[in-house]
């Protein structure tokens, strides 16, 4: 845990086997306990804050807020539910998204060019006729 500036103000080291969705839940409750903290925003991975265990405990204290990313699965399925349309990104590389599937929550897309650039110049490279010899 860090304060306003980044600074840590307490860590916690768990064994090498412990999973996410232990770990996370465990926390939030010592952070409401320890710290009377009544506001919290948790920051994590894909992997840590998106499973559904995790997620349904998270909902259930009020003031408690999360940012996470979506995985790729779930990301190509905004896109091609049409949710998630490409063309958000013509203007800006940050869009704004509401899905049925993600109710009450917020979803931030970021368009990463640096990302997109090599993959679309392998797709068009893949999709290229073979050249004459």
């Keep these: 845990m860090t304060d306003a500036e980044g600074r840590p103000v307490a860590v916690e080291v768990y064994p ?9 839940p465990d926390q939030v409750d010592k952070l409401r306990e320890r710290f009377g903290l ?15 265990a995790v997620v349904e405990h998270l909902k259930e204290h009020p ?10 699965g779930s990301i190509r399925q905004l896109i ?18 509401f899905s049925p599937e993600f109710p009450g929550e917020r979803l931030v897309a970021c ?16 999709l290229a006729p ?4």
Excluded: H
């Design 130 to 133: 073979p050249s004459a010899i």
């Design 16 to 24: 090498g086997n412990t999973g996410d969705p232990t770990t996370v």
């Design 38 to 52: 009544s506001r919290v925003v948790l920051a994590g991975d894909r992997g840590m804050l998106t499973s559904d």
């Design 80 to 97: 091609d539910d049409g949710r998630l349309p490409r063309s958000l990104f013509d203007q800006r590389n940050l869009a704004e998204i």
């Design 111 to 126: 368009y990463k060019s640096a990302v997109g650039r090599p993959t679309r110049q392998r797709r068009e490279e893949l």
């Design 63 to 72: 003031g408690l807020g999360w940012i996470s990313c979506l995985r790729s």
